[in-house]
């Protein structure tokens, strides 16, 4: 699998980076691709999805309570934005800290634990292996946080 | 060191150009006060839990207020700024703003110069 590491230029801002993953030779990154597949069915928790992913880029950061952590092991950072009981879609995120975020996807929330359900189960698991990525290559030094800002190679072959 | 690719997804501008100005401003507007209510529990000194307890709610009911997505009551805020010793509403009179208009014509000088003068003058 190749992946990419990209800024979402519409939603960060001053007071969080917002990132996303293009995964092999897709044209939209994950996040993208959850928009495009959930606003024929939700389009107004999509609206309200990307509403807060923007207030979170430009007004407020990522607050620690915004998220619901422990959507994956210990240490790899895997939340979900904080969704209501009444809420539809569960999207997955890896949360660096209140300065940057990166938005993977989901979907539709119909079951009770993760493993039941399979869309939402490859979404998470595929984070989890992008989150153990980016930390091996931070313990290396082939990547590094500068501020709000992710820097070095940014670019994943786990066929190398 | 090389930053990341700065990309635009046209999935996600399509939906900012939808965007209800009314909507916007709700979600906006409960965010910020989940951050400023979080920030000030920090700056406190306290636990989530005994912040709850000084109000008499369950932790996970500031689990709630906190998330970002709740739509608090006027009762809720009160309570909230007066146990956190914050002001969460700002009932200072903003100064009016007026608008004039004011219009007016230059003229040349008679004689041929290269001076003007103001005529007509309108302000209202």
């Keep these: 699998m190749k992946f990419e590491i990209v800024k979402l230029e519409e939603l960060s801002g001053e007071r969080a980076s917002i990132y996303s993953v293009i995964v092999n030779d897709e044209t ?5 691709q959850f928009v495009h597949e959930n606003t024929p069915n939700y389009p107004n928790e999509v609206k309200d999805i990307v509403a807060r992913i923007r207030v979170i880029g430009h007004k407020t950061g990522a ?14 950072g895997i939340t979900a934005l904080f969704d209501r009981p009444e809420a539809k879609l569960r999207l997955y995120c890896i949360h660096f800290g209140k300065w940057a975020i990166l938005l993977g996807g989901g979907g539709p929330k119909n079951v009770a634990t993760l493993q039941e359900d399979p869309k939402l189960k490859d979404e998470n ?3 989890r292996k992008i989150s153990d990525a980016i930390t091996l290559r931070i313990k290396e030094k082939d990547l590094q946080w500068k501020g709000s800002e992710l820097e070095g190679d940014l670019t994943f072959d786990d066929s190398e | 060191m090389k930053q990341a690719r700065v990309v635009r997804s046209p999935a996600i501008a399509a939906i900012l150009e939808q965007r209800d ?3 916007t401003n709700r979600v906006e507007l409960r965010m910020m006060l989940s951050a400023k209510i979080y920030e000030a529990i920090q700056q406190k000194g306290i636990s989530k839990k005994q912040f709850a307890e000084m109000l008499g709610q369950q932790p996970s009911v500031v689990t709630k207020w906190l998330s970002g997505t709740h739509n608090f009551t006027a009762d809720t805020l009160a309570d ?6 914050i002001a969460l509403f700002n009932f200072e009179e903003q100064p009016k703003q007026e608008k004039i208009a004011i219009a007016f014509e230059l003229v040349r000088k008679p004689a ?8 007509n003058l309108s302000v209202s």
């Design chain 1, 28 to 32: 939209d990154h994950l996040f993208g």
């Design chain 1, 63 to 76: 607050m620690e309570y915004f998220f619901k952590h422990n959507e994956g092991k210990p240490g790899q």
């Design chain 1, 125 to 127: 698991y595929l984070l």
């Design chain 2, 21 to 23: 100005p009314a909507q």
């Design chain 2, 80 to 85: 909230i700024q007066r146990v956190l010793e």
């Design chain 2, 112 to 119: 041929a110069t290269e001076e003007f003068e103001i005529a």
